[in-house]
C-alpha cells in the first residue's frame, strides 16, 4: 500500500519549511527591511553610474590623466556594487534548502548565484556563526550584525546554507540583536537537524547572550 501524501508548515522567523512524504523544503519571506537594503544599494550603484559616466565624460573632454583614472576607479566600483545590487534584488526565496528524502540529497541555494548538491551522509556539523562586518556608506561607517548557518562536510569543507539579517529598521543595541539572530538560527538548525543528523555548534557572538 503506497503512502499517505501529507503536508506540513512550520514557521521560524521568516522562513517556512515545508514538509511532505518526499522532501523538506525552506522558503524565505523578505522583509520590509530587505526591500529597504535592496532599495538603498541600488541607489547607490545609480549613484556611482553618473559618476563614473561624468569623471570619464569629463576625463575625455580635457584629456585629464588623473580625471581618467578616477573614472575608471569608479568604474571599478560601479561593477562591484552592481554585483552586490543583484544579489540583493535576485536573493533566493524558494527552495532555498531542498532535502530529499527518497535520495538523501540535499540542494542549497545560499545565493543568487550559487548552488550545492550534497549527499546527507557527507554533511558531517552544522555551524550558527554570529557575525559583524564593517559597512561604509555615504563616509559613514556602521556595523553589520548577522548570523550564517554553514554545512561542514566529512572533507572538511564547509558549505554556506543561510544568512541571517535583522529585520529592524533601526540599530538597537548589539546584544538584543546578536540574541534575536542567534535565538531564530538555533531555531532553524535545530528543525532542519531532525533530518538532517549531524552535529551543530554555536560559534561567534558570547554564548552568555
Known amino acids: 500500500m503506497p503512502l499517505l501524501s501529507y503536508s506540513t508548515y512550520g514557521v ?17 519571506r523578505k522583509s520590509a527591511k530587505d526591500w529597504f537594503d535592496t532599495a538603498l544599494t541600488l541607489a547607490f550603484t545609480l549613484f ?20 581618467i583614472a578616477a573614472g575608471l576607479l569608479f568604474a571599478f566600483q560601479t561593477f562591484v556594487q552592481g ?11 524558494r527552495n532555498l534548502l531542498v532535502i ?23 554533511i558531517k556539523e552544522l555551524v550558527v556563526r554570529g557575525q559583524q562586518e564593517q559597512v ?12 550564517t548557518i554553514s554545512a561542514r562536510l566529512t572533507s572538511q569543507a564547509t558549505v554556506p546554507l543561510f544568512t541571517l539579517n535583522t529585520n529592524r ?25 531532525k533530518h538532517l543528523q549531524a552535529r551543530y555548534r554555536w560559534a561567534g557572538y558570547s554564548e552568555a547572550r
Open 136 to 147: 561604509r556608506f555615504g563616509g559613514k561607517r556602521t556595523t553589520r550584525t548577522f548570523c
Open 83 to 93: 554585483a552586490i545590487s543583484l544579489s540583493h534584488l535576485l536573493q533566493p526565496i
Open 100 to 122: 530529499d528524502k527518497h535520495t538523501g540529497q540535499v540542494v542549497a541555494r545560499p545565493h543568487a548565484f550559487s548552488r550545492q548538491r550534497l549527499a546527507l551522509t557527507d
Open 169 to 193: 529598521f533601526l540599530r538597537v543595541s548589539a546584544r538584543q540583536l546578536e540574541t534575536e539572530l542567534y535565538s531564530t538560527a538555533r531555531q532553524l538548525t535545530l528543525a532542519l537537524n
Open 12 to 28: 521560524i522567523g521568516n522562513f517556512t519549511i515545508q514538509e511532505t512524504t518526499d522532501s523538506v523544503v525552506v522558503h524565505y
Open 48 to 67: 556611482l553610474v553618473a559618476g563614473t559616466f561624468l569623471l570619464l565624460r569629463q576625463g575625455v573632454k580635457t584629456m585629464s590623466v588623473v580625471v
